[in-house]
T-cell receptor, first 115, second 112 residues
């Protein structure tokens, strides 16, 4: 158990819908990272937040957005869902403001299925 | 463009045999290098990392990796594989941009 929690574990929805994925980092960690893992794209970095502020953006679609709240939990919002958004979405956390010299601890993931 | 290549999609070894998983990266300078393992239905766990210094890095679960600058490689090794090592292994680089770039992964199967 990494100490990072993600809810829900599974999510099944229809095209065009909007969903919210939630992540609670390890106690004391200020950074939250979101990743998407799909069969065709592999594991891709989406976005990084540090203490409530966006720190880095990866291959995140405009239909996707994220935020980190004052209690440091984070939410990833996916809208106008398409079949191709079906994937495993991971959240990771680390202590400091960047991945350098800081191990990222991964949650168990949320499996999103878009029908 | 920065990239990470794991040329072996699947590898099968017998329990007790040695293992080497290959990782090559494309980047102008030396990035920060990582190996992660993902067991079925689990998130990723860090095995080891390289930032600088000794090019042979020891990790958890008996794994080690060697950084070779001339070959732009960071191969993962284990002298004797256990059945519990069956998982997917990912090499990742962080080229100083706060963004991890992952390889496509190598799925390891261990024969009893």
């Amino acid at each position: 158990d990494s100490g990072v929690t993600q809810t829900p574990k599974h999510l099944i929805t229809a095209t065009g819908q909007r969903v919210t994925l939630r992540c609670s980092p390890r106690s004391g960690d200020l950074s939250v990272y979101w990743y998407q893992q799909s069969l065709d794209q592999g594991l891709q970095f989406l976005i990084h937040y540090y203490n409530g502020e966006e720190r880095a953006k990866g291959n995140i679609l405009e239909r996707f957005s994220a935020q980190q709240f004052p209690d440091l939990h984070s939410e990833l919002n996916l809208s106008s869902l398409e079949l191709g958004d079906s994937a495993l979405y991971f959240c990771a956390s680390s202590q400091a403001g960047g991945p350098l010299h800081n191990e990222q601890f991964f949650g168990p993931g949320t499996r999103l299925t878009v029908l | 463009a920065q990239s990470v290549t794991q040329p072996d999609i699947h590898i099968t070894v017998s329990e007790g045999a040695s293992l080497e998983l290959r990782c090559n990266y494309s980047y102008g300078a030396t990035p920060y290098l990582f190996w992660y393992v993902q067991s079925p239905g689990q998130g990723l766990q860090l095995l080891l990392k390289y930032f600088s210094g000794d090019t042979l890095v020891q990790g958890i679960k008996g794994f080690e990796a060697e950084f070779k600058r001339s070959q732009s490689s960071f191969n993962l090794r284990k002298p004797s594989v256990h059945w519990s090592d069956a998982a997917e292994y990912f090499c990742a680089v962080e080229p100083g941009t706060y963004k991890y770039i992952f390889g496509t992964g190598t799925r390891l199967k261990v024969l009893a």
